[in-house]
Structure formats: structure tokens, C-alpha cells
């Protein structure tokens, strides 16, 4: 081989080597902070990496130095993206010609730790301004110092807030807003550049409400702010209904690793509520990311605010466990310019930035020239921020870069209006620069209001807190860690009582332990129909359905209570609907009402043919034996009775319901006084027989025949007494038969109207104890045996009655009574002009008075 060859092996060897070396170095490159300079410079803090304490830290006695050694333990590539912004947004202020003209912005951000033990770390490298670390003493030249971005956590912040606020220096926060950071006493000097979180529990419920969701699990951070969220979610949660599965207070996690109780976790597989609803400071949500990784939990449905984006690293094991979950987050219009400049910005644009050229190397295992590290490799044509991989996306813009992006304009704002104010007060021939002291930001940041170049209006003031406005996302996690957000939804409140939600269903990406949106309730609803029983000691959305009463329905679901409905309305057999109820009375047409009206006119036709019968034959011995003339009366009162039967069928009018009981009481009264006055007949003719009494003066004046009058006079008083006091009326019931109205005739006073039943009774049981006394007394046509059948039969007919009739309702007790009408007077007739019609029509040879001699002789009378 020639010494030439040879030569430039070694070269090659030595410029591979060199180029090895330089990837090395670049890779493990780290430095306290990035700097450049300007007229004035930010202080800022970005979670960029973890730092795990050494072991021989960790036990350090303080008697010797620290060492200054940094080491990341763990890299949040992902929060490069607030670098990115910070970097757009400087850009842009100083390269506008109307905002601090002439002049520029530097920045010296450093890595935020979130951890106790680190916190100060970096703040005090900032404030000694060189690359170790030297307590009360800074450096930094007061011109050029104006004010810290920071804010990783509500801890961070208010840990060197304290240190800042010795100076007087400004903090502008971007993280989630803290009721705790809010408290300018403790925190003058601080700034948060999120809105109030007081609104969150409001549109949290509205999105629980739209899908039926009342069985909720809450988790939230172990600390004043979980607290606050915790009363706000839960009083908004009775008013509206929702109900607490159970709640868990996430610990803080100071260190990573460190030993956390996670048996919570375990509660969630066996728990019946699918909705999670997730709120608390990062260190906490740290708590449950960790944790995830162990309890893998595919059918919840997690509901939380949108702070994902600065838990402290990638979470590859909870690609599962938030799948199809919810984030709200403030709503947010797009930056002009920063898409463009995400896909275009390379490291060579930022060479001071050591960090972007790690993490371009990372990726693409290349660098630009131009770069911190100087060129390595060759980058691919379309090496871009673009094509990342998805478990680090930089092109969806989180919360927190957008509001570095404001804190960033807010400070240029602030500082231009100063410039003025200062510039107006200097002489026209002094040229210098006005020196600025971060003190003096603060009246103009409590009064700063601007419009940013997305369109929305940016201010500190406290009346932006008292309305709000959120973005709803769905989110989506996918292999290799891909994570997408999608906006589904808009919920925007400008006090309790004017709130929307918008909601786009189709849209939704639900777990995938679901096939179609979820339930999570403590019971199954009540459908229509039923209603909600408490579970004693349970929550009130735990309950038992029950159907709804006779009468009630109820025409929605979970009803607490069924609802009635009207007198002419009843429930269908669902008892969800009221349905109107038929008009009905005992008609003629009916069935019923026909067989009645038949039974009546064939007893109507028979009494009167019977009348006929009696008529024609008035001169034989039968018809004259027992005074034709009360047969006569008899049987027109029969024929009255069984035609006033005729009253109680057919639509009941007011006449009608007065006649048919008046009629009803003086018919039967004649009827049955007529019985009770030819039992008298019946004894007072076999007395006559005696020679020398005194009853052949009472037969002859016919004291018999004034019982009919006298009785009928007592009964025509009762009625009128009825009449006067409570007379019947026409009425509507629509109780006594289901789905129908029945019109009825209302007897009115109850009490007169047994009273003129009680009188027929004792009218019909003195007829029956006459007759029975005469039942043996010699006669050929001595009809007592009948009359006294005739009135056993009456009085089993009415006694039958009176239990029969209050058993039942509507028509069928109508049809009773005609029945009962019916069949004692069929059955007068029957027992009493049966046998004697019998005689005259089929026996006409025994209704003589020769016959009734020669049966007198037989007998030995």
C-alpha cells in the first residue's frame, strides 16, 4: 500500500472518528440555560428534562459543596414545543415596526424542574447570571432584566415567586389557572395568563347531562385546588341530580418513581361508574399517569381538563386508558404564521439552542449546517417538525404554548407603552436610553388590554374571569404513541343561567370497550310509565322503578313522581298516556240494556194479559172470591211497575232521575199495600161467616180497601220529604268503570232513599206475617198461601238487593235494580195470579160456584 493510501485512511479515520466524537458531544451536551441577547431579556423556564438526584446527593451532609454536575435522568421532548412558540413569538415582536421599534427582545431560558428538591436550582443560576449557582447575588444588569415566564406547576410558580418577588421581578405563568396564584397578597407579582378555572365544573355538567351520565367518579389533587373544584363540582352535581360513585384525592408526586399508594386503581375495574372525571394540579395528574401503566382501564370514559400537555413525560402505557375521553380547554383562535413556521424552523435558524439541536439529532440522527453542533450527517429533504413521530407532535398547539405566545406579547405591549410614557417626559435633546426596572411593569400589567394576532383579547383584569369559554376535545390515542385531539364540541357560559352546549356526536371516538355511547348510572332509568322509589341510605341516583298507581302515568323517563290524570281522561296500559274516556250509560242498545227492556215489556204484555184474563172473567167465582177490584189495582200497579223499569234505561236526564225513584216507591208501595189489604180481605171473610160479629160491618165498609191510600200517603211523604231536601240528580262517574264515563242518576240523600226501600220492606213483611197467619183458613179460593209465598219472594229479591247493589259500580248497579224491579214483581205475579189464571184458562170446570159446593159438601163444611 503507498504512504498516499495510507494517508488518507487515516484521514478518513480520524474524520469519522471526529465526526463521531462531535455526535457524542452534542449528544451529551448540557448547559444551565440558552441565551441571546437583546435590549431587553426574558427569564424563562421550560420542562425540558427530569434530573434524578445522585445517590450521594441525596445524603448529602451540607459540609461540603455541592457539585454542579447536571444529568438528565429523562427527556420531555414533547415540551419543546413552548420553546417553539416562545421562539415564534420573539420573532415576530422584533421584526414588527410598531411594537418596540428599533429595539429587541433577548431571552435566557433554563429547564424547569418539577420537583421540591430542584425547584431553585436553575432560579438561581438565572439570578447569579453565571454557570454556578451563588445566593443572594445577581449579576444581571437591571436594564436588560424585565420579567420571568415560567410556570410548569402551581408550585414552581409560587416557589420562586417568592424568590422573585425580593426583586420585584414579574412572573407571567402559562400553566392551569390556580385559585391559590390568584391571591395578590401572598403572590403580588405574579400573573396567570390562563382564565379561571370557574366555569370548568359548570361545562363539565353540561356534557355529563347531554349524554345521561349521573354515575360520576371524581379524582382530583390532593391539595387547595382539588378542594375548590371538589365543592364547585359537587354542589353543581345536587343541583342537577348527579351523583358521587366515589371520590379519590390524587397525591402529589415530588419525585419520579417515588413510592405512591396506587391501590385506588384497583377500585376502578370493579366500579359500576364509567365516567371519570379527572381534575388536579400536574404533580398529581403525574400520580395517575404513572400508575396507568400498571391498571390499564379501556372502559372508562375519562372527562378532564386539558393539562395533559405538561405532565412531565410521554405516556406510551396510557395509550388505552384515555382513549375516547374528553378535554376541555379554553377556546383559543389559531396564530397566523405558526403552522408555517413549525413545518419550516430548523436548528441552523437557532444555533445558541443546544436543545434543538439535540432533539432534531434525536429524531433525525442529522444536523444542519449552521447548527449548535455544526453539520453531522445528511438530513433528509424533508427533515421538518411535520414529520415527527406521533408520540412527539409539535404541530398541534397545547394550551400552554399558546399562552407563552400571549405572556410573550403581553411583556412587549407593557414595555412599548412604558417606552412612551418615559420618552414623552425626556428633554428633546437627551438621547440615552431610558433604564427600566422590572418593578415598574406592574401598574401597566394589571391594566394591559391587546388584541393578539389570533383574535383574541388578552388582559389580567378580574372581569375576564366572568365568562368563559371552552373548546371540547375528543381524544384519540393510537399505537407508537400517537395521540390526536379532536374539537367535537363548544361550551360557553357568560353567567350560570346562559350557558351552551355544542356537541357533534357523529364525531366522537368513544373507548373501545364501547360500541356505542356509554352508560353510567347507579340504576337503569324508569321508562315512561314508572316512577323512582329511593333506596334508603343510598344516593339519590339509586333507586328502584315502580309502576305507576291506578290513574297516574308518567310520560317521561326517571320521573320522581306520576302524575295524575283528569276526572275525564284515564291511563293507557303503559300508564305513559292519558287517554279520554268514553261517555257511556245503560242504553237500550247495549246487550244488557236490551235484555232488560225485553224481560220488562214481556212482563209488561203478561200483566196486562192477565188484567185481560181477570177482566173477561170478572163475573166467575175466582175472580170474585178474593175482591176483584184489588186484583184489578194489583195488577195495574204490576203493569206501572215494570214499565217505571223502563226509566232507569236509556241516557239518564234530570226528569228521569226523579221519576224513576219516585215512581220506583209509590208503584211498590201500591202493590205492596194492595197484597197486604187482600190478606185482610182473605181473614176478614172468614170471620163474616159467624153469625152475630161485628166484622160484617168492617167487610162492608170496606175498612180493607182504605189501607191502599193510607199507605200510599206515607210513602207519598217520604218522597216528598226526599224531593225537598236532596232530590236525585244527574251525575258523572268515572271511577267505577275503567276507561269510561258513566252517567248515572245520583239518588241524592242515601238516607231517603232507604228510608222508602225500608218502608216497602215493612209494608212486604207485614203483608207476609197477615198472609202467614191466614195460610190455613178453609176456603176454596182462599188465596192466602199465595200471597204469603208471593211476599217470601219479594222479600228475598230486596233482601238479595242491598248486598248485590253496593257491591257494585256504574251500569251493572243499575242493572241490579231493574233486575230487582223486575223480578219481585214477576214474582207478585206470579206466586199470586199464576195459579188462578191456571184455573180459569186450562180448569174453567172448577171455576164454578157448583163446583165450589160440592168441594165444600166433600169437606164437611
Known amino acids: 500500500m503507498s504512504l498516499s493510501l495510507i494517508f488518507l485512511h487515516l484521514l478518513l479515520f480520524a474524520l469519522h472518528t471526529s465526526q463521531d466524537m462531535i455526535e457524542s458531544f452534542c449528544r ?6 440558552v441565551h441571546r441577547d437583546g435590549d431587553f431579556v426574558l427569564g424563562v423556564f421550560f420542562p425540558l428534562y427530569y434530573m434524578e438526584m445522585e445517590r450521594d ?108 418577588e425580593l426583586y420585584g421581578t414579574p412572573q407571567l405563568s402559562y400553566g392551569p389557572f390556580d385559585p391559590m396564584l390568584n391571591d395578590k397578597d401572598q403572590f403580588p407579582s405574579l400573573y396567570q395568563m390562563a382564565t379561571s378555572d370557574g366555569f370548568l365544573a359548570h361545562g363539565m355538567i353540561s356534557l355529563l347531562l347531554h349524554f345521561g351520565w349521573t354515575w360520576i367518579a371524581l379524582f382530583v389533587s390532593d391539595d387547595m385546588k382539588g378542594e375548590w373544584f371538589l365543592h364547585d363540582i359537587k354542589a353543581e352535581m345536587v343541583k342537577k341530580g348527579l351523583c358521587v360513585a366515589f371520590e379519590v384525592k390524587l397525591p402529589a408526586t415530588k419525585r419520579m418513581f417515588a413510592s405512591t399508594d396506587i391501590t385506588f386503581m384497583t377500585r376502578l375495574s370493579v366500579s359500576s361508574a364509567n365516567v371519570h372525571v379527572l381534575y388536579g394540579d400536574v404533580r398529581s395528574l403525574i400520580h395517575v399517569d404513572i400508575v396507568g401503566q400498571f391498571f390499564l382501564t379501556t372502559g372508562k370514559v375519562w372527562v378532564m381538563a386539558a393539562k395533559w400537555d405538561i405532565v412531565v413525560y410521554e405516556t406510551y402505557h396510557m395509550l388505552h386508558s384515555l382513549h375516547g375521553g374528553f378535554s376541555f380547554s379554553p377556546h383559543r383562535g389559531e396564530i397566523p404564521g405558526l403552522k408555517h413556521f413549525l413545518k419550516t424552523v430548523n436548528p441552523s435558524r437557532y444555533p445558541e439552542d443546544f436543545y434543538f439541536s439535540k432533539l432534531w439529532l434525536h429524531i433525525f440522527n442529522c444536523l444542519p449546517d449552521g447548527s449548535f453542533c455544526g453539520k453531522i450527517g445528511l438530513c433528509p429533504p424533508n427533515a421538518s417538525f ?70 383574541d383579547d388578552i388582559s389580567f383584569h378580574e372581569t375576564r374571569d366572568h365568562m368563559a369559554h371552552y373548546d371540547i376535545q375528543n381524544i384519540g390515542n393510537f399505537p407508537v404513541g400517537l395521540q390526536l385531539s379532536i374539537k367535537i364540541g363548544e361550551f360557553s357560559s357568560k353567567s350560570p343561567h346562559d350557558q351552551v352546549l355544542v356537541i357533534s356526536e357523529e364525531m366522537i371516538e368513544w373507548p373501545i370497550a364501547f360500541t356505542e355511547t356509554p352508560q353510567s348510572v347507579c340504576s337503569q332509568s324508569c321508562g315512561p310509565g314508572f316512577m323512582k322509589i329511593r333506596q334508603e341510605g343510598k344516593p339519590v341516583c339509586c333507586y328502584t322503578c315502580t309502576f305507576c298507581p291506578e290513574r297516574y302515568i308518567s310520560n317521561q323517563t326517571d320521573a320522581d313522581q306520576c302524575v295524575q290524570c283528569a276526572e275525564h281522561e284515564y291511563p293507557n296500559s303503559e300508564r305513559n298516556r292519558c287517554l279520554s274516556k268514553l261517555v257511556t250509560f245503560l242504553a237500550f242498545e247495549d246487550s244488557l240494556g236490551m235484555a232488560l227492556t225485553c224481560m220488562a215489556l214481556c212482563c209488561s204484555v203478561s200483566t196486562a194479559a192477565v ?64 197484597v197486604l189489604a187482600k190478606t185482610i180481605t182473605v181473614i176478614l171473610a172468614f170471620k163474616v161467616t159467624k153469625p152475630g160479629r161485628t166484622m160484617r160491618q168492617l167487610l162492608i165498609s170496606r175498612v180493607s180497601n182504605s189501607v191502599i191510600p193510607i199507605c200510599s200517603l ?35 240523600s242515601v238516607t231517603a232513599f232507604y228510608c222508602v226501600l225500608g218502608y216497602l220492606g ?40 242491598l248486598p248485590v247493589y253496593h257491591s257494585t259500580k256504574g251500569k251493572i248497579m243499575v242493572a241490579v235494580e231493574v233486575f230487582s224491579i223486575l223480578a219481585s214483581s214477576a214474582g207478585l205475579l206470579g206466586c199470586i195470579f199464576a195459579p188462578k189464571c191456571y184455573i180459569i184458562l186450562i180448569r174453567p170446570e172448577r171455576n164454578s160456584l157448583k163446583e165450589f159446593n160440592n168441594r165444600k159438601c166433600s169437606k164437611g163444611w
Not at 407563552?404 to 428633554?427: F, T
Not at 209494608?763 to 176454596?780: I, K, Q
Request: neutral net charge.
Open 386 to 455: 411535520e414529520f415527527f413521530p406521533g408520540d412527539i407532535d409539535m404541530m398541534t398547539i397545547s394550551d400552554s404554548s399558546y399562552f407563552i405566545y400571549n405572556a410573550v406579547y403581553a411583556v412587549a405591549h407593557v414595555l412599548h407603552k412604558m417606552l412612551l410614557e418615559k420618552v414623552d417626559r425626556l428633554s428633546s435633546g437627551e438621547s440615552s436610553q431610558p433604564m427600566l426596572l422590572p418593578r415598574q411593569l406592574h401598574p401597566l400589567l394589571r391594566k394591559i388590554q391587546f388584541t393578539n394576532n389570533a383574535g
Open 57 to 164: 446527593m441525596i445524603r448529602l451532609s451540607f459540609l461540603l459543596k455541592p457539585e454542579d454536575k447536571v444529568t438528565a435522568s429523562w427527556w420531555l421532548w414533547k415540551n419543546y414545543q413552548y420553546v417553539l412558540a416562545f421562539h415564534f413569538a420573539i420573532q415576530e415582536v422584533n421584526k414588527d415596526t410598531h411594537l418596540l421599534p428599533n429595539l429587541s427582545l433577548g431571552f435566557q431560558f433554563y429547564n424547569a424542574i418539577p420537583s421540591d428538591q430542584f425547584t431553585l436550582w436553575n432560579t438561581l443560576y438565572w439570578l447569579s447570571g453565571k454557570n454556578e449557582m451563588i445566593p443572594n447575588y445577581t449579576w444581571q444588569t437591571q436594564e436588560k432584566l424585565v420579567a420571568v415566564i415560567a410556570g410548569t406547576t402551581s408550585a414552581f410558580s409560587a416557589e420562586i415567586g417568592t424568590l422573585l
Open 762 to 801: 215493612f209494608l212486604a213483611l207485614a203483608s207476609f206475617t197477615v198472609a202467614f197467619l191466614a195460610r190455613n183458613l178453609p176456603d176454596t179460593f182462599n188465596e192466602a198461601k199465595f200471597l204469603t209465598f208471593s211476599m217470601v219472594v219479594f222479600c228475598s229479591v230486596w233482601v238479595t238487593f
Open 714 to 748: 206515607i210513602q207519598l211523604i217520604f218522597c216528598g220529604i226526599w224531593l225537598g231536601t236532596s232530590p236525585p240528580f244527574l251525575d258523572r262517574d268515572a271511577h267505577a268503570e275503567h276507561g269510561h264515563i258513566i252517567i248515572v242518576c245520583n239518588k241524592g
Open 611 to 674: 188484567l185481560g184474563v181477570f177482566v173477561k172473567h170478572r163475573h166467575t167465582p175466582i175472580v170474585k172470591a178474593n175482591n176483584r177490584s184489588l186484583s184489578y189495582i194489583l195488577l195495574i200497579s204490576l203493569l206501572l211497575c215494570f214499565l217505571c223499569s223502563l226509566l232507569f234505561i236509556g241516557r239518564p236526564q234530570t226528569a228521569t232521575c226523579v221519576l224513576q225513584q219516585i215512581m220506583f216507591g209509590l208503584v211498590f208501595t201500591v202493590a205492596v199495600s194492595t
Open 28 to 33: 451529551a451536551y448540557l448547559w444551565p440555560s
